[in-house]
Each structure stands twice: as structure tokens, then as C-alpha cells.
């Protein structure tokens, strides 16, 4: 009885072409200033007959797929090259990415972009608000320095002359924390924080003041 | 069949301990509220919803739900400035996006959630097609 | 004492069931949102789920590998997996398509190791639960024992 429910598991594999996945999953890390983050996805046709990739489609135009078009004879290699618009976004991303085969048994395969973007610092947070007759005390945005990047200074500046900013080292290259204070009942402000990273080009940060 | 059965219980209570720890201190325990809001409850909040469009500004341009602003993450800065002219700590930011399966809505309410720090930001189940659904002439 | 050769596949599935179960864990918050992707349950059910199975899977897995509570063990995780194929085939009928969670959150929604792999443990854990509750001729059970003649 067992041996029976086992080969009638085992069957339908035998008969088809069949995408090996190396990975169906790829984690990638990149900067916001990088622009883009890229990836490679491949895989085996580990069946018995050519397979060819006829469609990529991915969840949002922050995400691009080129796919290996030729047809992917037994025991061949094919491969997806993926890349990921990195500029103004932070965190963890999820992208899947569907693509579509001439395999009729097996057409849809959906494989994942993580993405992990991170800055050379980090703001928190990047909103400050004061609400309708709340005193006009200063409030603070934390700044932490990402591991792996050598962080020798932070440069900041206000958009409006109605913002005080004062910058505290708490720990060189690692944390500093700046105080906000407005010196108005109506401040709409932006504040860029830039820091100097050795080895990279300046990449500014943006935190917004809001006075109402 | 009474051993397997006492063999069983003991393991789905014995499972609890760790599934109870899991719960007061994991880093990454889930939030007991869900961020996500049907039409129906957001439409009920009236005039202290602020919607944001987090789909291309391609999309935005042929259609949103009246009232809406964008807010991508292509044109991070320049949106959220713009978003913020609009925004008291009062309104409910409701974040829709293409479908049921879109993630957009999601990193963007995230975005305003954990960077920005906004209270009271969701995300609209089954997005802009819901909308359409309800308001198809 | 138990058959010798059915403790490879008690164990194999043990061993599954305890990776698949600490992968889960790893991050509960993302497998809440895989669970409510099935739009079976509201969120504080799924939060619940999420928070429970993944160790209910590791404690099964530590039993059957260890061969403690193994009867018990066998029953739980058949009935983990007849659920988990239920959703997920409700969830494909329904038109959904989604990542299973089986593996962690963030893993793709490719369909074969659901339709394949977890009717295929469902059928070896059928098979020890039965062997398990109809003991066998002594003349086979490794071990010491009297001598059957």
C-alpha cells in the first residue's frame, strides 16, 4: 500500500522539463546613494527536454528582470539577472518575481529579491512634529552610524532660519544625537543631514520639521 | 490510542511555554493589531482619512481615490513634504496601492510607520481595485 | 522496542519538522503575515498561529527524533500537515497565489514541495502511526527478549 502512494507521488516527476532553482530566494545589501542593487538568480534543467523562459514579471517598476532567452537544453545552465532602484528607499525589500516557461506542467516559477538597503546612517526619526498648542520643546533625532561604513562626521543644515539644530557626539563614528528646537508656532522645515564617510561619496538624508 | 492521544495533548501544552515567551519577548513578535483596514472601516472615518497613493506617478496621474496624495518611494522627499502639508497627527494615513498582492502600500506605510514615526497609518485591504470595485459607475 | 528501520523515516521527518519549525520562528511577525496571506482567519488568530506552531513543530520533531512521546508526536504532526494541505489547497482554489511559509517568511510561492512533499510525509506518518498501533510478530523485534520458541 505504501509502495503504491509513494510511486504515485513519484510519477508525474518523471515525465517533463524541470527548473532546479540554486536559489530561489537571493539576500543583496546595498546604499540608498548606490542607485541600484543587482542580482542573479540561475538554474539547471534538471528534465528531459529544452526549456526556454518566455516572461518575467515583477511587482513594481523598482525592479527590473533581463532573463537568459535562448533555450535551455537538459543539463544546462540559464540564468536571471535582477536589479533593484536602491535611490530614496530604506529597509528591508521583498520582491517576487514571476517567470513564465514554455514548460506546460509547470509554467509559473516565482523566485524573491531580498534587499536590505541601508545608509550610512540612520535617522530617527526623520519626522518631527509639534502639535497645536504644544510647547515648543526641543525634540531629538537619534543618528546611528551602519556597521561597515566609517562615519568621521555629521554636517547638518535647516531650511529654515526658525529651526535651532545642535549636533552632540555620543560616541565618535557611531552615535550622535541632534536636538530641534523651533523658534516659531508655524515652522515647515527641512533639515539635511550629511554624513562624511570615508571612502564614499556625500549622500544627504532628509528629516522634516513640522510647526502648527 | 488513548497513550497517542495522551502523548499529544502533552505536546500541544508543552508547546505553549516557548509559543508564551515567544510572545512577550521575541525581537520580532507581531503586532497584536493588524495594519491593514477594509474600505468599508476606512470610508467610515470620513474626513480624518488621508489617503496616499503609494503606485507610479503614471498611475496616480490617470486615477486615485479623490482627496488622495502620492507618495512613492521614487520621489521620496519630495512627496512626503507634500504629504505633510496635509497631515495633522489627528487623521488616519490610509496607504493603497495596485491589488490584493501589492507591496508598495506596505513598505510605504512601513516607511511612515518606523522612520517617520506617524501614528495611525494602514493599509487599505484589496487597494485601489477594491475602490474601483465599489465606486464602478 | 520499536522496529529498527522505521526510526530512519521517524526521524528524517523529525529532523524536517524541526528545521522547518526553528525557521519559522526565527520570525514569527513575517509568518503571521504567510498565515493571514491564506485569508482564512482574522489577523489575531494568525498572530496566534504564528506565535504557537512554529515551536509545536520544533517540541514534534525533537520527539520523534528522540523517540520520546512518539506515538503522540505522530499524531500531531499528521494532523499539522492534513491542515496545512487543506489551507493551502483552499488557498489555490480560491485563486491566491502565495508564498506557503513553510520554509520562513520571504520564501517564494513555488508550489511543488506543498502538492509533492507534504502529501508524501502525510502518507510515511500514516504508515509508522499504523505500524505503531498494530505491534509486531515477536519473532521480528530487535532486542533482547525470550526466545520465541
Given at each position: 500500500m505504501f509502495k503504491r502512494l509513494l510511486l504515485l507521488f513519484l510519477l508525474p516527476l518523471a515525465a517533463r522539463a524541470d527548473l532546479r532553482w540554486t536559489d530561489t530566494t537571493v539576500f543583496t545589501a546595498a546604499s540608498p546613494s548606490e542607485g541600484r542593487a543587482t542580482a542573479?538568480?540561475?538554474f539547471t534543467n534538471t528534465g528531459a527536454y529544452p526549456i526556454k523562459i518566455t516572461a518575467t514579471r515583477t511587482s513594481c517598476g523598482c525592479t527590473a528582470a533581463v532573463a537568459d532567452t535562448r533555450p535551455i537544453l537538459p543539463g544546462q545552465v540559464g540564468k536571471i539577472d535582477v536589479s533593484f532602484k536602491t535611490l530614496n528607499r530604506r529597509g528591508l525589500y521583498e520582491e517576487p518575481i514571476e517567470i513564465d516557461t514554455n514548460d506546460p506542467t509547470a509554467s509559473l516559477n516565482t523566485v524573491t529579491l531580498r534587499v536590505l538597503i541601508r545608509d550610512a546612517v540612520e535617522l530617527l526619526p526623520t519626522l518631527l512634529f509639534w502639535q497645536p498648542g504644544e510647547p515648543l520643546t526641543p525634540k531629538i533625532?537619534?543618528?546611528s552610524a551602519t556597521d561597515g561604513f566609517d562615519v568621521t562626521k555629521i554636517n547638518t543644515a535647516s531650511s529654515s532660519p526658525d529651526v535651532q539644530l545642535d549636533l552632540a557626539t555620543i560616541k565618535p563614528g557611531a552615535d550622535y544625537k541632534l536636538t530641534v528646537t523651533p523658534k516659531s508656532p508655524h515652522v515647515k522645515a527641512t533639515i539635511s543631514i550629511t554624513p562624511v564617510v570615508t571612502g564614499h561619496l556625500p549622500h544627504t538624508i532628509t528629516a522634516h520639521i513640522r510647526v502648527s | 490510542?488513548?497513550?497517542?492521544?495522551?502523548?499529544?495533548?502533552?505536546?500541544?501544552?508543552?508547546?505553549?511555554?516557548?509559543?508564551?515567551?515567544?510572545?512577550?519577548?521575541?525581537?520580532?513578535?507581531?503586532?497584536?493589531?493588524?495594519?491593514e483596514v477594509t474600505l468599508s472601516a476606512a470610508t467610515a472615518w470620513g474626513s480624518a482619512v488621508l489617503w496616499v497613493d503609494a503606485r507610479p506617478d503614471a498611475d496616480f496621474a490617470r486615477a486615485h481615490i479623490p482627496g488622495a496624495v502620492p507618495l512613492n518611494e521614487d520621489h521620496w522627499d519630495d512627496q512626503l513634504n507634500a504629504l505633510l502639508d496635509q497631515w495633522t497627527a489627528k487623521r488616519k494615513i490610509v496607504v493603497y496601492?495596485?491589488?490584493?498582492?501589492?507591496?508598495?502600500?506596505?513598505?510605504?506605510?512601513?516607511?511612515l510607520r518606523d522612520e517617520a514615526a506617524m501614528p495611525n497609518v494602514f493599509v487599505l485591504q484589496g487597494g485601489w481595485e477594491a475602490w474601483r470595485k465599489q465606486h464602478a459607475p | 522496542m520499536t522496529f529498527l528501520p522505521r526510526r530512519i523515516p521517524a526521524s528524517l521527518i523529525g529532523l524536517i519538522f524541526l528545521l522547518f519549525g526553528a525557521l519559522k520562528a526565527i520570525d514569527p511577525a513575517g509568518f503571521a503575515i504567510d498565515i493571514r496571506n491564506y485569508r482564512l482567519l482574522p489577523w489575531t488568530a494568525c498572530v496566534l498561529l504564528a506565535l504557537y506552531l512554529p515551536w509545536l513543530e520544533i517540541i514534534c520533531g525533537v520527539a520523534l527524533l528522540f523517540n520520546r512521546a512518539y506515538r503522540g508526536a505522530l499524531v500531531v504532526t499528521a494532523a499539522l500537515l492534513i491542515e496545512f494541505i487543506i489551507a493551502y489547497s483552499s488557498a489555490r482554489l480560491r485563486g491566491l497565489d502565495i508564498a506557503c511559509g513553510c520554509f520562513g517568511h520571504g520564501t517564494q510561492s513555488f508550489h511543488w514541495p506543498v502538492l509533492i512533499m507534504d502529501p508524501f510525509l502525510l502518507a510515511i506518518l500514516i504508515y509508522l502511526l499504523k505500524a505503531e498501533l498494530r505491534p509486531l510478530s515477536p519473532v521480528i523485534r530487535a532486542g533482547p527478549g525470550p526466545d520465541p520458541e
Amino acid at each position: 500500500m505504501f509502495k503504491r502512494l509513494l510511486l504515485l507521488f513519484l510519477l508525474p516527476l518523471a515525465a517533463r522539463a524541470d527548473l532546479r532553482w540554486t536559489d530561489t530566494t537571493v539576500f543583496t545589501a546595498a546604499s540608498p546613494s548606490e542607485g541600484r542593487a543587482t542580482a542573479q538568480f540561475t538554474f539547471t534543467n534538471t528534465g528531459a527536454y529544452p526549456i526556454k523562459i518566455t516572461a518575467t514579471r515583477t511587482s513594481c517598476g523598482c525592479t527590473a528582470a533581463v532573463a537568459d532567452t535562448r533555450p535551455i537544453l537538459p543539463g544546462q545552465v540559464g540564468k536571471i539577472d535582477v536589479s533593484f532602484k536602491t535611490l530614496n528607499r530604506r529597509g528591508l525589500y521583498e520582491e517576487p518575481i514571476e517567470i513564465d516557461t514554455n514548460d506546460p506542467t509547470a509554467s509559473l516559477n516565482t523566485v524573491t529579491l531580498r534587499v536590505l538597503i541601508r545608509d550610512a546612517v540612520e535617522l530617527l526619526p526623520t519626522l518631527l512634529f509639534w502639535q497645536p498648542g504644544e510647547p515648543l520643546t526641543p525634540k531629538i533625532i537619534d543618528i546611528s552610524a551602519t556597521d561597515g561604513f566609517d562615519v568621521t562626521k555629521i554636517n547638518t543644515a535647516s531650511s529654515s532660519p526658525d529651526v535651532q539644530l545642535d549636533l552632540a557626539t555620543i560616541k565618535p563614528g557611531a552615535d550622535y544625537k541632534l536636538t530641534v528646537t523651533p523658534k516659531s508656532p508655524h515652522v515647515k522645515a527641512t533639515i539635511s543631514i550629511t554624513p562624511v564617510v570615508t571612502g564614499h561619496l556625500p549622500h544627504t538624508i532628509t528629516a522634516h520639521i513640522r510647526v502648527s | 490510542m488513548s497513550r497517542a492521544l495522551r502523548q499529544a495533548l502533552s505536546l500541544l501544552l508543552l508547546a505553549c511555554l516557548p509559543a508564551l515567551a515567544t510572545a512577550l519577548w521575541h525581537p520580532r513578535r507581531p503586532a497584536w493589531q493588524s495594519d491593514e483596514v477594509t474600505l468599508s472601516a476606512a470610508t467610515a472615518w470620513g474626513s480624518a482619512v488621508l489617503w496616499v497613493d503609494a503606485r507610479p506617478d503614471a498611475d496616480f496621474a490617470r486615477a486615485h481615490i479623490p482627496g488622495a496624495v502620492p507618495l512613492n518611494e521614487d520621489h521620496w522627499d519630495d512627496q512626503l513634504n507634500a504629504l505633510l502639508d496635509q497631515w495633522t497627527a489627528k487623521r488616519k494615513i490610509v496607504v493603497y496601492c495596485s491589488s490584493l498582492s501589492c507591496q508598495a502600500s506596505h513598505d510605504v506605510a512601513r516607511r511612515l510607520r518606523d522612520e517617520a514615526a506617524m501614528p495611525n497609518v494602514f493599509v487599505l485591504q484589496g487597494g485601489w481595485e477594491a475602490w474601483r470595485k465599489q465606486h464602478a459607475p | 522496542m520499536t522496529f529498527l528501520p522505521r526510526r530512519i523515516p521517524a526521524s528524517l521527518i523529525g529532523l524536517i519538522f524541526l528545521l522547518f519549525g526553528a525557521l519559522k520562528a526565527i520570525d514569527p511577525a513575517g509568518f503571521a503575515i504567510d498565515i493571514r496571506n491564506y485569508r482564512l482567519l482574522p489577523w489575531t488568530a494568525c498572530v496566534l498561529l504564528a506565535l504557537y506552531l512554529p515551536w509545536l513543530e520544533i517540541i514534534c520533531g525533537v520527539a520523534l527524533l528522540f523517540n520520546r512521546a512518539y506515538r503522540g508526536a505522530l499524531v500531531v504532526t499528521a494532523a499539522l500537515l492534513i491542515e496545512f494541505i487543506i489551507a493551502y489547497s483552499s488557498a489555490r482554489l480560491r485563486g491566491l497565489d502565495i508564498a506557503c511559509g513553510c520554509f520562513g517568511h520571504g520564501t517564494q510561492s513555488f508550489h511543488w514541495p506543498v502538492l509533492i512533499m507534504d502529501p508524501f510525509l502525510l502518507a510515511i506518518l500514516i504508515y509508522l502511526l499504523k505500524a505503531e498501533l498494530r505491534p509486531l510478530s515477536p519473532v521480528i523485534r530487535a532486542g533482547p527478549g525470550p526466545d520465541p520458541e
